[in-house]
């Protein structure tokens, strides 16, 4: 009892911190002021007193006004699930770009070669699989563009998240809070963005809540239905595991949980034991068989490519960031050549780092790491992705503006949702399950904040641990016995969340984005790891479309930046010419234009020199978009649209 006791009150204080965190210096705003700071506190005061009125009023409802409304809040949310992921398709960009790609490619039978970005990055082998199985699946049925059908997918399993929220809060018979999960849920921006984006990260959180679901419901049934449910929730562990290695921590919490319930004599020794080590079995066997998987399809392993545990550990402890990946560190170690060459530099560097920072150094650095894990109310999630394969003109006209603004609402709504975690942490828990959502909240942060990198997107799988604590949160608001039965009490909430919000918003108007120049339409596929190239032979020529929807002034181009061979470039818009340079290839690659509101461009490229030049394109096995360099099906060409602030409205 003591150890829960404990384990709760740290983390009360690490809550504390992150509130703090989220509001002195959220890594979403690299810049933010005094009076922006109060508004975020004061908006999110005021969005985490909405929220338990709302828990105040749903508790006064009877059961079935609440289930109906549960049900209408559901529907909400599949019909905007629905139109989002009908409405936008991601084209993928950097790591979920090769990932994509690759999987493509073996759908296709193309090649059985694997990118070695996979050699080197091998935790993204068994997402290359999964892809691949459900591509096969999609043409096995007829559909040759199956990218819609993966958006719902993706979005039905994330919604088993919310499944299991409300499967918890049913069994904690907190039925009347249920509306009020899924509200929130509905409202978590950060949920959209990943239900579009094709990568491992939207596929990880939900583990840690339906591991708990699945642990409840498996201990109210007897018999195969016990059984089938643990094995369920043994499945879907390893299954995280094998798509994220991090995931890991979510099996040693799990093991944590076998261990509480063991000593508060919730269950038998020899089940939590059972339990414990079958989960070991069949993560062992999960990891085993994938990488057999893997070599059927292709792949052939390589140590010496392969970056060493403490390369990333490494990189982490890099005192000019923030713990961050980072790209040098990364490409440094790729060049050393052998395994042994890799460990020892890893080593070295890591051992120089700390002795840099010392004990003070460390300390800043661990807050820094935490700041960049757990501060952003996006999560990254409006970092994933400048590229569409398909979305709507009026997104993408306003584009920047509608990003900044979702990214503003977010922080206040996460920073909302802290403040009520926060409160459900002044009070001891009564279910002792919650020690699994503790353990895995702690796990996942020593993982990263400790040993390995950083970003906001990592802490995805506690988002929603998070709701389901912020909606236990709204009935823990202490009131002070003097004024639970006046009028002041009633409406002491209301009034400082009404005060909140006017004064929060105020402030927020202050949150403005001014940037001179800003990249309104991109294809920058092609450039991570492999920096994919076309050559350009002295006196050929390439030519590619451009279809901009949005107003430009601008485009620029990937030439060798150390080629100095002269080349001619011209730029089309609607067949007539608005931009030439000939001259090196090194300072050719920045087309100026008046501003104009879209239209259909087309640059034309000649070596007119007499050495050969290259430029940036991305080789893919399915259309990035809809003009790949013509004469070239898989080669779409690298560049950057443009509006600077001068020509902007």
Known sequence: MKIRDSLHWLLA???????????VAPVTFPTITIGQRIALALSGLGIAGLFIESAHWLTRQTARTQQWLLIGIVIAIGLLQLAVAICFVDAGEADSFIVKNQAVALTSHLTTHWNSYFQVYSNNNNLVLLQTALLKIGNFFGL????????????????????????????????????????MWLLTIPLYCFGLFLYSDSLVIPIPIVTLALWQLSRQHTGWKRYSLAGLLIVELVFGVLIKPNMIVMVIAFIGLMGIGWLHRKISFKTAVTLSLTCLLALGGGLYGSKIMAKQAGYQPN???????????????????????????????????TKQAKDVHAKTLLEHRLTKLGPTGTVTHLVKKSDAFLSSGTFGGFNLTNQWQRAPHWYLANQDAIGYHLTVLSQVMYVGLLLLVLLFFTALPVNWENGFLSLSLLGLMSFHIIFWEVEPRYALPLLPILLLWGVLGTQRLPVPATLQNRKLGRYAVPFITGISLILGGIGLTRFQTTTHTRIVAEQADGKYYNNDRYRLKPGASVTSRIRVTVPSSAIVLQFNRHSQTTVAVTLYRNGHRVAHITGPANLSDYLRYKRVANGRFTVKITNVGHQNTSLGVARSAFPVNQNPLVGHQNLYLRYHVLLRHTEQD
């Open 303 to 337: 140590a010496n490519l392969a970056l060493p545990a403490t390369s990333w550990i490494a990189m982490s402890w890099n005192p000019a960031t923030n713990g961050e990946y980072t790209f040098q560190d990364a490409y440094q170690e790729r060049l050393l050549p």
């Open 13 to 23: 204080i690490i809550i504390a911190g992150i509130v703090i965190l989220a509001i």
């Open 144 to 183: 040759k563009t199956p990218w819609v059908l993966l958006n719902l997918l993706r979005f039905m399993w994330l919604d088993t998240a919310l499944w299991a929220g409300l499967s918890i809060l049913k069994t904690w018979h907190r039925n009347a809070l249920r509306p009020l999960f899924a509200g």
